[in-house]
């Protein structure tokens, strides 16, 4: 794992998480550097080149994983690595043109407001073309979703979009430790367990790569979901939530 180049001072940190992104990554990087926060790219063991791009900006700090360790283990990296700077803020963004920098200027108001540990980009709080979106993860997606509101009491739209804002006070109570996709199951047990403050805002539902892959047998809608729930009661398990709970149920 290498750090290379220096972060901007700035309460706010960006964090994208890189894994095979060539194609992308110089667009997404030109694009945020417009906005006032400190740009953290997290290649994530890339073997088609994103790290030596990475390598040549000067604008963007860089850390790299040797070895592919997985989404959610990325996460984990970046809110270890703002902790350390002293970061109050993380602002988490995809690098494959499927989150719109463009929004980042409105996480950075709510983050003003005040009145939340997380903010949550939800691509179904507005109008949108679902036409595009592959029918087993929008079936996923919804499932997953209701799953937790009921389980957690919570009100979410959209329980996966990687869009988000986290305050690092509220981070660092938490014991995160999935690695790999199903992170969010992991974590929405764990912040509505510490009772942190949650809110969503709309941002655009895109899929560019509606063929993405998930890895090995995720890729199989069924067994991606039956991962999902095994995720999620370990969690609850692991957090005293689980009396009485069928995931299979709900």
Request: charged share 20%; aromatic share 8%; glycine share 4%.
């Amino acid at each position: 794992m290498n750090d290379t180049h220096k972060h901007p001072c700035n309460d706010v940190m960006l964090a994208i998480p890189v894994y095979n992104e060539r194609e992308t990554l110089n667009a997404v990087l030109d694009q945020v550097a417009k906005y006032p926060v400190a740009v953290v790219a997290l290649d994530d063991g890339s073997t088609d080149g994103s790290r030596e791009i990475l390598g040549q900006r000067r604008d963007v700090c860089a850390i790299s994983h040797r070895q592919n360790c997985g989404y959610g283990c990325t996460l984990q990296r970046a809110f270890h690595f703002a902790l350390g700077c002293g970061f109050e803020w993380v602002i988490t963004m995809d690098c494959d043109l499927q989150h719109e920098p463009a929004h980042i200027p409105d996480f950075l108001a709510a983050i003003r407001e005040n009145d939340a540990d997380i903010i949550s980009g939800s691509r179904y709080l507005l109008p949108a073309d679902e036409a595009q979106v592959p029918p087993e993860r929008r079936t996923i997606n919804t499932q997953v979703t209701r799953m937790i509101n009921q389980v957690l009491s919570l009100d979410l739209t959209d329980a996966f979009c990687g869009f988000k804002a986290y305050r690092m006070a509220a981070i660092q109570t938490l014991r995160l430790s999935e690695s790999g996709y199903a992170f969010p199951l992991e974590f929405w047990v764990q912040a509505a367990a510490h009772r942190l403050r949650i809110r969503e805002i709309p941002v655009e539902l895109i899929y560019v790569d509606p063929n993405r892959s998930f890895g090995l047998q995720l890729d199989d809608a069924a067994h991606r979901l039956a991962h999902y729930k095994q995720v999620f009661l370990h969690a609850l398990r692991a957090a005293g939530l689980a009396q009485n709970v069928n995931v299979e149920s709900v």
